[in-house]
C-alpha cells in the first residue's frame, strides 16, 4: 500500500509505503517506509516488525482477548535506533453509539499495549451496512476523544 501527502503550498511532502498481508484469516503488518522532504531535506524511515504485528483473527470472538509480542525495530537514514519489544492485547465488542455523525451499531477495539510506551486506547467503527469499517470515534484510556466523525459521506451522499 502505497499513499502520500503533502500541505498545499507547504515545502513539505511524505511518501509512505507499508507492507502487509492477510494470510490464513489473519492479518500481517511487516513494517512500513516514510520518505519526508522538508526545505529540500529528505528524512527516511524503515519500521519493521518482529515477528510481524498482527491483531487477531480475521473473525475474532467477541470479548475475547487476543495478544501478540513483537519487536520493532526502527532506521532513520540507514542508522538503527533502540529495538522496544511490546505487547498489544486487543479485545472486540459491539455497542450502540451516538457521534455527530448519528447513531451506529459499532464494533468497538480497545487495544492495550504493555512495553515501553505502555498504552489503552478505543476504537470504533460502524459494525455493518454500506459505510462498514468507517472509523467513528477514537479515544484514550482517559475516555478523552482523539477524533470523532461528524458527516459520514461514502460517493458522495
Known amino acids: 500500500m502505497t499513499y502520500s501527502s503533502a500541505v498545499g503550498g507547504s515545502t513539505s511532502n511524505t511518501k509512505n509505503k507499508a507492507y502487509s498481508n492477510f494470510v490464513g484469516g489473519e492479518f500481517f503488518n511487516y513494517g512500513f517506509t516514510s520518505s ?3 526545505a529540500g531535506n ?5 519500521t519493521y516488525f518482529s515477528p510481524p504485528a498482527s491483531t487477531a483473527p480475521f473473525q475474532p470472538a467477541l470479548n475475547t482477548p487476543y495478544s501478540r509480542t513483537y519487536t520493532t525495530v526502527t532506521e532513520v537514514d540507514g542508522k538503527a535506533q533502540p529495538a522496544s519489544t511490546q505487547t498489544v492485547t486487543t479485545t472486540f465488542s459491539v455497542e450502540q453509539i451516538t457521534v455527530l455523525a448519528g447513531t451506529f ?4 477495539l480497545k487495544s492495550e499495549v504493555s512495553g515501553p510506551q505502555a498504552n489503552v486506547y478505543y476504537m470504533w467503527t460502524v459494525g455493518s451496512g454500506r459505510l462498514k469499517g468507517i472509523t467513528l470515534k477514537q479515544a484514550g484510556a482517559d475516555g478523552v476523544k482523539r477524533s470523532e ?6 460517493n458522495g451522499q
Open 149 to 154: 466523525a461528524k458527516v459520514i459521506l461514502l
Open 36 to 38: 519526508t522532504t522538508l
Open 42 to 46: 529528505t528524512t527516511n524511515v524503515l
Open 105 to 108: 451499531q459499532a464494533c468497538k
